[in-house]
T-cell receptor, first 114, second 117 residues
Framework: GNSVTQMEGPVTLSEEAFLTINCTYT??????LFWYVQYPGEGLQLLLK?????DKGSNKGFEATYRKETTSFHLEKGSVQVSDSAVYFC?????????????FGKGTKLSVIP | DARVTQTPRHKVTEMGQEVTMRCQPI?????VFWYRQTMMQGLELLAY????????DSGMPKDRFSAEMPDATLATLKIQPSEPRDSAVYFC???????????????FGAGSRLTVL
C-alpha cells in the first residue's frame, strides 16, 4: 500500500536558520506529492505540490523536489521565520483517475524561536 | 475567501452520548472528506463523498460512526455511542472536480475538537 514517512519532530530552529524536513514515500505507480501546513488551531493548507519526477514545488520560500530515484520529497527553506512555526505534513495521492485519497505522513512540528 | 465551515469547534461529552459534527463545504465543491487527527495515528481518512454519494467509508468504525450528506451544503458525521478513544480533532475537507488533479483545491475546515470523558 501507499505510505509516507516523515522525520519525527519536534524541530526547533532559530530565526533565519536553514530548514530541512525529510519525507520519503512508498507508492505504486507515479503518485503526486504534497506538503501541507497546519498552523495552531487551524485546518491544513496546501503549501506546495509536485506531480511528476524532478518537478520542484515552491511557495512562500519553501521548496521540495520530487525525487523518484530516492522516493523522496524533502521540504526546505533557506531562512525560517517565527511565523513558519506550524506542523508540516507530507502527503501523496496515488496515480489514477478518480482518486482523491491523500495519504499523509504523521506530521513534523516546527518551532522557530527569535 | 471561500471556506469550509465546521461546527462545533469544540465539544466535550460523556461516554455513551451521541455526537454530531457538521460541515458546510465550499459552494460548488462536489467532493467532501472526513478526516480524524490524533497524536498517535496522525491523520486518518474516515469517509468521503462525491456528489453526495458515499464513495469510501472503509476507514470508519461502522458500529458507531455514520456519515451522511443530506444535501449538497451539509455533511454530517455522527458517533453513537461515543467512547473516550474517539477523542480527536475531526476535519472536513472539500474539493471540486474529479481525480487527483483536483487535490490542489482540497480545502480543509478548522476542525472539531472532540473530547469524550
Amino acid at each position: 500500500g501507499n505510505s509516507v514517512t516523515q522525520m519525527e519532530g519536534p524541530v526547533t530552529l532559530s530565526e533565519e536558520a536553514f530548514l530541512t524536513i525529510n519525507c520519503t514515500y512508498t507508492a505504486t505507480g507515479y503518485p503526486s506529492l504534497f506538503w501541507y501546513v497546519q498552523y495552531p488551531g487551524e485546518g491544513l493548507q496546501l503549501l506546495l505540490k509536485a506531480t511528476k519526477a524532478d518537478d520542484k514545488g515552491s511557495n512562500k520560500g519553501f521548496e521540495a523536489t520530487y525525487r523518484k530515484e530516492t522516493t523522496s520529497f524533502h521540504l526546505e527553506k533557506g531562512s525560517v521565520q517565527v511565523s513558519d512555526s506550524a506542523v508540516y505534513f507530507c502527503a501523496l495521492i496515488r496515480s489514477g483517475a478518480g482518486s482523491y485519497q491523500l495519504t499523509f505522513g504523521k506530521g513534523t512540528k516546527l518551532s522557530v524561536i527569535p | 475567501d471561500a471556506r469550509v465551515t465546521q461546527t462545533p469547534r469544540h465539544k466535550v461529552t460523556e461516554m455513551g452520548q451521541e455526537v454530531t459534527m457538521r460541515c458546510q463545504p465550499i459552494l460548488g465543491h462536489n467532493t467532501v472528506f472526513w478526516y480524524r487527527q490524533t497524536m498517535m495515528q496522525g491523520l486518518e481518512l474516515l469517509a468521503y463523498f462525491r456528489n453526495r454519494a458515499p464513495l469510501d467509508d472503509s476507514g470508519m468504525p461502522k458500529d458507531r460512526f455514520s456519515a451522511e450528506m443530506p444535501d449538497a451544503t451539509l455533511a454530517t458525521l455522527k458517533i453513537q455511542p461515543s467512547e473516550p478513544r474517539d477523542s480527536a480533532v475531526y476535519f472536513c475537507a472539500s474539493a471540486s472536480g474529479t481525480g487527483y488533479s483536483g487535490a490542489n483545491v482540497l480545502t480543509f475546515g478548522a476542525g472539531s475538537r472532540l473530547t469524550v470523558l
